[in-house]
């Protein structure tokens, strides 16, 4: 890739809720601002709460989903369907004020391009959504619109009394913002009910620049938290939720029948409660596994608490793991399932809908289970925690192929053209496809070879959906040029 200019370099700002901490979002944020950063561009945030630079950060703070008058129209927006007046002018009255703020940020900042971090895609903060289509519609700003998971994928959702502010923004069916999706799935989604176009760019992680290995510092968490040298740690690197599926990871360990075998939990419940917490630790008691939630020593940096306690990051306990548990039964790609990877970490998987998918055809090699786990899962997992060598065979091989996949290439190929595309220029483009691509072959051990092309406009093609990708590809480009067309996950084209 040829370096910018000073002429072409762009200024970027990210808008999102929350930019902060280790949220999947906050991590995306991060990965792409590198990738940006490295192709010469600089980045800006614009959030409700920030630990970026305060140079380049500016705070809005009723953009935050836990603002107390944004948290006031969530409870009266959702799970009714008749909406007083009143809260219509609460959200029309902090439209305005997030507007004017927003307004501003671009206007100081110098901004060129915007990037909606699922901002416009589920409505934590209707305002925030409402007037950043405002701003664009009125701005003319190119706007980019990553989306990460929609309104209709969470049912706490489905019943509201806002329906028209949700089809205003979430998301806004406007030419001029360009819409990116995390998986294939949703994009075919997104497109049935918007008629629009998107690009797929998957959850990616640094794959070119391997991470250290473990320190002192990092050798130091099993001591911290309780664990002895010789104990092994099944770590669960995620929230609390029911999605999740921890029972699964509880009922492993209690399988292996090994006192050493210690199931470690990185992460709180979030925004979705402790019943389902308190849930698993019944579970834990009820299989006689050791459950430990160590989510009070893990922070973005390393450091002390105010408790006195030694802090760590999540990646300083990917160091310390024996074996990563991943038995989800949705995600929106799979943040935890590519950091695995990245360590170098044996990884035990359920075949969630999009690991099937977006994931499986690329020929990753992860202990998988599907749906339950069987006597041969955990076999295979015993002989991974025994066989080094085996062990390291399977994990040499995952991150060789992650590092074709879902590597920061990826993004960076993608955003090379989205962020050169000006809004006028969007207004100007013909209708763009999104064509469909059949997967030939149940069973294909690697990248797929044999791929039909099946293009249709704004919805899905016939066949099985659960064997289908994804790509948007200006119609001209296509039809006109001949010009090879490349999905993100096939890297030699169709």
């Not at 579970?283 to 760590?312: H, P």
């Not at 064509?435 to 406009?457: F, K, T």
């Amino acid at each position: 890739m040829k370096p910018v200019t000073s002429q072409d370099a762009r200024r970027v700002a990210f808008v999102s809720t929350r930019v902060s901490g280790t949220d999947g979002v906050s991590l995306e944020i991060e990965k792409w601002a590198r990738v940006i950063e490295r192709m010469g561009h600089q980045c800006f945030y614009i959030t409700g709460q920030s630990d970026r630079p305060p140079e380049q950060t500016v705070i809005i703070e009723e953009a935050h989903f836990n603002h107390p008058r944004i948290l006031d129209i969530s409870r009266r927006a959702f799970g009714r369907e008749l909406r007083p007046p009143e809260l219509t002018d609460e959200i029309m009255d902090l439209t305005r004020v997030i507007r004017d703020k927003l307004a501003t940020a671009i206007k100081d900042l110098k901004i060129d391009v915007l990037i909606a971090e699922n901002a416009l895609t589920i409505p934590m903060n209707i305002p925030l959504g409402v007037a950043l289509v405002h701003e664009v519609q009125e701005q003319g700003i190119g706007c980019i619109a990553h989306h990460h998971d929609f309104y209709w994928e969470r049912d706490r959702f489905l019943v509201n009394c806002v329906d028209d502010f949700i089809h205003l923004a979430f998301p806004p069916a406007l030419k001029q913002i360009q819409h990116v999706v995390i998986n294939s799935q949703a994009g075919e989604e997104f497109s049935r009910r918007t008629g629009m176009s998107y690009r797929l760019i998957p959850n990616v992680m640094d794959f070119a620049n391997p991470p250290p290995g473990p320190d002192d510092y990092a050798r130091g968490f099993r001591k911290e938290v309780g664990l002895s040298d010789d104990d092994m740690v099944i770590l669960q690197p995620t929230r609390v939720v029911a999605r999740k599926g921890i029972e699964h990871s509880i009922e492993l360990v209690a399988r292996l029948k090994d006192d050493r075998a210690k199931l470690v939990i990185t992460h709180k419940s979030g925004d979705e409660g402790d019943a389902y917490a308190s849930r698993i630790r019944d579970f834990a008691r009820l299989m006689g596994v050791d459950l430990m939630f160590v989510d009070a020593w893990i922070s973005d940096e390393r450091g002390t608490g105010t408790d006195g306690r030694k802090l760590f990051t999540v990646d300083d306990v990917y160091t310390q793991a024996d074996l990563v548990t991943y038995p989800s039964t949705y995600e929106g790609f799979g943040n935890a399932f590519l950091e695995a990877i990245y360590f170098r970490r044996p990884i035990v998987c359920n075949r969630y809908s999009i690991y099937r998918t977006d994931i499986e055809p690329c020929g990753l090699r992860p202990i998988l289970f599907d749906g339950f786990l069987t006597r041969e899962t955990i076999e295979e997992v015993r002989r991974v925690l025994t066989d080094p060598a085996y062990r390291d065979e399977q994990v040499e091989h995952n991150y060789e192929v992650a590092g074709r996949f879902f590597g920061y290439q990826v993004v960076r190929d993608e955003l090379e053209m989205l962020m050169h595309r000006e809004a006028k220029k969007l207004l100007e483009e013909p209708y763009a496809v999104v064509l469909h691509v059949r997967i030939c072959g149940s069973n294909h051990p690697g990248p797929p070879g044999l791929i039909r092309p099946q293009p249709c406009i704004g919805g899905v093609s016939g066949g099985d959906s659960d064997r289908l990708c994804t790509l948007a590809v200006p119609l001209v480009q296509w039809l006109l040029t001949g010009e090879n067309v490349r999905h993100p996950f096939h890297r030699d084209g169709l």
